[in-house]
């Protein structure tokens, strides 16, 4: 569900009044559909290639319409009736470019935001520090949490618990006295009403002294995270890594399906040892011009190097969240479903949620 502005003129009057309208985003939106995987940073270069094609599928229909040739009534009638038959598809088309053109404005202007930006970069430095707590990402990170939670006015409480309970997973606890430091800091800026969170997460080992996730082993096990392939092209991946710009990180619950299915995802790219945050850099000033036609046919499956024909039966797999999915993770699914013909995954779940629904749901 999203909310797009749409601006009409009142007649007699000068000044448009403004309207906020809800619009659902789902699969019966051809253009949200064909979209709705594709990085972010190529989304605007499509809805501008859909804006071309539109504008010419308008051209030509009332190309055919203002002919010169002499007019035949029942033929200038039978072009009347299909003109109108178009038109009201083409209308909406183009309402629905402009709802997606506002949200990607909207969009770029959240992920302008500082705030919003230091906890991506965080995250990604707390995945590449891995459990180390004495390098200098690790003191960064230190650095970034405190400032924070003392700032005026602070960050975002759940931003902030998002990410301690980030660091306590990937570093197999936080050490007592900074675990108590942060309880303390917390309970002064946000008030003690939030004691019954953090105990709960302690219980649930999400944010706790020790826990039994070892992060260490399942990153390298699973390969959880890459950096960027030399030969990898940013239109057409893979792999699930680089279905998520900035991060590279295949969700965990892709992986152990993958490899309780026996998939080959470890042959299709060996692991780099850059970091997280070259690749965020590589993302965003990669190269831009490259081919979009195969992007469209790798991301429809009929230049991905697998068998997409009918002749090959796909056993279908149904997987359960009980708690509740991710979009990362629906996402991850769609992409695999595309890219190999032996499996069809379908998925159920309790909800679709992120981080913040989660510790709103313990809170």
Request: with cysteine; aromatic share 8%.
């Amino acid at each position: 569900m999203a909310c797009v502005q749409e601006t009409n003129t009142v007649d007699n009057e000068t000044t448009p009044a403004t309207t906020v309208q809800k619009v659902v985003l789902n699969h019966l939106d051809a253009l949200f559909d064909e979209i709705r995987d594709v990085n972010f940073n190529l989304v605007s270069n499509q809805l501008v290639d859909v804006a071309k094609d539109l504008a010419a599928e308008v051209r030509d229909s009332f190309a055919g319409s203002n002919s010169d040739a002499p007019k035949d009534s029942q033929a200038e009638f039978q072009k009347v009736k299909a003109l109108l038959s178009k038109a009201p598809q083409l209308v909406k088309k183009k309402r629905s470019l402009a709802h997606h053109l506002q949200l990607v404005e909207r969009i770029r202007k959240l992920s302008t935001q500082l705030a919003l930006r230091g906890c991506v970069e965080t995250e990604m430095t707390i995945m590449s520090a891995g459990p180390s707590t004495s390098s200098a990402a690790a003191k960064d990170v230190g650095r970034f949490l405190e400032e924070a939670i003392l700032r005026e006015p602070p960050l975002n409480l759940y931003d902030v618990v998002k990410l301690l309970c980030l660091c306590s997973l990937v570093r197999g606890g936080l050490k007592l006295n900074a675990l108590a430091w942060y309880r303390q800091q917390l309970c002064h800026t946000y008030g003690h009403q939030i004691l019954p969170l953090l105990v709960q997460l302690e219980k649930m080992d999400l944010l706790s002294v020790e826990n039994r996730f070892d992060f260490p082993k399942m990153r390298k096990q699973l390969l959880l995270m890459r950096g960027p392939l030399d030969d990898e092209d940013t239109r057409c991946p893979k792999d699930i890594h680089f279905m998520f710009p900035y991060t590279g990180y295949a969700p965990i619950s892709i992986r152990l399906l993958q490899e309780s299915l026996g998939m080959k995802y470890k042959t299709l790219a060996k692991e780099s040892t850059s970091s997280m945050l070259s690749l965020s850099s590589w993302n965003v000033h990669g190269n831009r011009k490259e081919n979009e036609l195969s992007s469209h046919l790798c991301m429809s499956g009929e230049a991905s190097g697998y068998d997409t024909s009918t002749d090959r039966k796909r056993q279908n797999v149904l997987v359960y969240y009980v708690g509740g999915v991710t979009v990362a993770e629906l996402t991850a699914f769609r992409f695999l479903n595309q890219k190999q013909s032996e499996f069809r995954f379908f998925v159920a779940a309790t909800s679709i949620c992120n981080g913040s629904r989660l510790l709103r749901a313990i809170y």
